[in-house]
């Protein structure tokens, strides 16, 4: 955003004017100051909109947090959705598998290995979506630098700790159905069909 600056009494007509004062007082008390001595020159003259710098960058930036927040609430929402699916998916998988399943259990297979078999195939699909999604947004990420603040567009630490919660997420929508597919009874899932 530009700015001019120029000398108050240069103008033709009085019109509103901003003053900025550095102090080491506390805000309320350099604003009854501010009062006093604007008062002291001309009595006329009204002062209002007294604010700190805090306080106006807060509001300037206002309409990026709060694009900030429904980013993020969006996100959440998009996350917990895909959670729900990606846990639908391998829960109807392993009630499919439930035969096959309780016939590794009836012949001597353990539960971890049970569970490794399911979440073999979910670990598969969580690094196909990391390479696949890796690339996309970094590229995508150069669109958007214009909205980070502080952030570089790619920065690790960032992508680090995204893929660790999707990931995770994931592995855990996967570990659910997985761990309650190995606790089948083997009798009951040789009958099953």
Do not use: C
């Not at 990606?86 to 259990?105: D, F, K, N, S």
């Amino acid at each position: 955003m530009r700015q001019a600056f120029i000398p108050y009494l240069g103008l033709p007509f009085s019109r509103d004017m901003t003053a900025y004062v550095r102090t080491p007082l506390p805000a309320n008390e350099a604003f009854s100051a501010i009062r006093r001595v604007v008062a002291g020159l001309d009595r006329n003259l009204p002062v209002y909109k007294l604010r700190t710098l805090e306080s106006t960058i807060d509001a300037s930036l206002l309409n990026e947090r709060l694009v900030a927040l429904l980013s993020v609430l969006f996100g959440a929402l998009a996350t917990l959705l895909a959670v729900i699916g990606l846990y639908g998916v391998r829960a109807y998988t392993v009630e499919q598998r439930t035969r096959e399943l309780g016939i590794r259990m009836a012949l001597g297979a353990r539960r971890r290995n049970v569970v490794w078999l399911v979440m073999k195939e979910e670990v598969v699909m969580v690094g196909i979506g990391f390479a696949i999604g890796l690339p996309v947004a970094w590229v995508s990420s150069k669109l958007a630098a214009s909205l980070l603040y502080g952030i570089q567009p790619n920065d690790p630490a960032s992508i680090a700790a995204a893929m660790a919660v999707l990931g995770g997420v994931a592995l855990l929508a996967g570990y659910i159905p997985a761990a309650r597919g190995s606790r089948v009874d083997p009798l009951r899932a040789l009958h099953y069909e």
